[in-house]
């Protein structure tokens, strides 16, 4: 953690490129933030009614019971959605979308994968994403669409019933639902080992550089 | 002229307030720190006491009521709920309640009568015969619960807007609030749009057979653009009125609009 350290005098007479612009920065903490809130208080209201053959330990949910982890669910949906609108119409329009996530190429994907996994995949400039990076970030951009829209879905199965049906209807929304959840841990775990084995990485999303 | 100072002269403010803090009951020390360094995301999520502090409920009580309101405005009178065919039903339907079933209301249909209050012009109470003259329309619509499952069935009763009409109630009323005869006295609003919806009904038949005991003998409120605890069992009375009365899981937390 040293490296958080960086003192004034170094910043200024080095200075180094912004990896990550404070818009970035902001949507992704309060992302986190609210994605957290989420999981936790989404594994609640599945202990209510479970799909499968297990809970989710009681220690990791939120809310108590099932009144308090709904009251949590629907009031950090707003946080997530209205952060998550702002991003997507921000990565849009300022092009980095376009700019950090694409292309994305079946053998470019392969090669980083190959590197990565024997340690090999160079991280010298941050500000361009390999192929790894690229497809966990576009397809976590994708399965956090899904996830919202078969959310909503459920929340208002008459009044938007064209949305469930995209899905099938509600109870194949429901697991949906429950698949891009697991998704995204799974996406959390490794996003969060690899950010701490490139600390530098985890640096430029505090501080931007 | 200087400002008196009241500290002992060689005493060091930051070692002062640092033993005063040890002093504090260890509650109060908690609260201290965790005020201090509220930031408290992590702290939030750890579970301790201040999630459950009644700040935090306060403003989940607040943005739930936002909530009712974007519902509301959401809700279209029009939209109905998707029906379904016969082979779609969901065998056996599930009972559900905070009691089992051996405990649920039994009802004698002989001397149960539907009590009838508020802002209506007719107040007589309806017996079982009375209610089962009226004209009746069927719906196979599915049921989703607050828990998250969800199940098909068959309903056969008299449309709620058919009896408020015929009852002289006013619509422009905010609520019709229903009472039960489950044990510790259920109860719920319902708004009043949600009560005109063509498909609520006063339901006094499952699968074409007399509602039975399981599903709310001898009638049940069956409002398929509303979660499953907002489709009450066993009723006993109703009441148009414009006033908030809460209901059973309402006051708990369950979300009050609670529409699908």
């Known amino acids: ?53 297990f809970s989710f330990p009681r220690e990791y949910t939120l809310g108590g019971w099932l009144g308090g982890g709904l009251l949590w669910h629907f009031a950090a949906m707003w946080l997530l959605m209205i952060n998550g609108l702002a991003y997507l119409v921000t990565g849009f329009a300022t092009g980095r979308f376009a700019k950090k996530l694409l292309p994305i190429t079946p053998s470019g994907v392969l090669h980083d994968v190959r590197a990565a996994l024997t340690f090999k995949l160079g991280h010298a400039d941050l ?53 891009c959840m697991a998704s995204i841990c799974a996406f959390l775990v490794i996003h969060v080992i690899l950010a701490l084995l490139v600390p530098k990485s985890l640096r430029a999303m505090i501080i931007g550089r | 002229m200087a400002k008196r100072s009241f500290l002992i002269p060689g005493v060091d403010k930051r070692l002062l307030i640092k033993d005063s803090i040890k002093t504090m009951p260890d509650v109060t020390r908690r609260r201290f720190i965790a005020g201090g360094a509220s930031l408290g995301a992590l702290t939030l999520l750890t579970g301790c006491d201040v999630v459950d502090s009644s700040s935090a409920d306060a403003l989940l009580a607040k943005v739930s009521k936002f909530n009712d309101a974007v519902q509301a405005f959401i809700f279209n009178p ?50 079982l015969d009375e209610l089962y003259k009226l004209p009746q329309v069927s719906q196979i619509t599915r049921h989703i619960c607050v828990e998250g499952w969800s199940a098909i069935g068959s309903w056969t009763g008299t449309p709620l807007r058919d009896f408020l009409k015929l009852i002289g109630a006013d619509t422009r009323a905010k609520y019709v609030w229903f009472q039960c005869a489950d044990k510790d006295g259920y109860n719920s609003p319902l708004d009043m749009r949600s009560a005109l919806h063509p498909q609520t009904q006063m339901t006094f038949k499952y699968a074409n057979e007399i509602l039975p005991r399981a599903y709310g003998f001898p009638m049940k ?10 489709n009450p069992k066993y009723v ?3 009441e148009v009125t414009n006033d908030y009365k809460g209901g059973y899981w309402e006051d708990q937390g369950y979300n009050s609009f609670s529409g699908s």
């Not at chain 2, 082979?87 to 009802?107: C, H, Q, R």
């Not at chain 2, 409120?221 to 907002?230: D, M, Q, S, Y």
């Open chain 1, 1 to 53: 953690m040293s490296s958080l350290t960086v003192s004034d005098e170094q910043v200024s007479a080095t200075p180094a490129k912004v990896i990550q612009p404070a818009w970035v920065r902001i949507m992704h903490w309060v992302n986190a933030f609210a994605m957290i809130l989420m999981i936790l208080s989404g594994w609640q209201i599945y202990n209510a009614s479970p799909l499968f053959g």
């Open chain 1, 127 to 179: 500000t361009v994403y390999n192929y790894v990076q690229r497809v966990l970030y576009a397809g976590i951009i994708v399965v956090g669409v899904l996830i919202v829209l078969t959310g909503v879905g459920m929340w208002k199965p008459v009044q938007l019933h064209w949305l469930v049906m995209l899905f099938g209807d509600y109870p194949t929304a429901r697991y949906v639902h429950f698949f």
């Open chain 2, 78 to 127: 029009d939209a109905l709920a998707p029906t379904f065919p016969e082979s779609a039903i969901t065998k056996p339907f599930p009972f559900n309640a905070y009691y089992d079933l051996d405990d649920a209301p039994e009802v004698d249909g002989k001397d149960w009568k539907l009590e009838v209050r508020g802002l209506v012009d007719n107040k007589k109470s309806w017996t």
């Open chain 2, 221 to 230: 409120i069956r409002v398929p653009t509303k979660l499953g605890f907002k």
């Open chain 2, 236 to 238: 006993v009375s109703m």
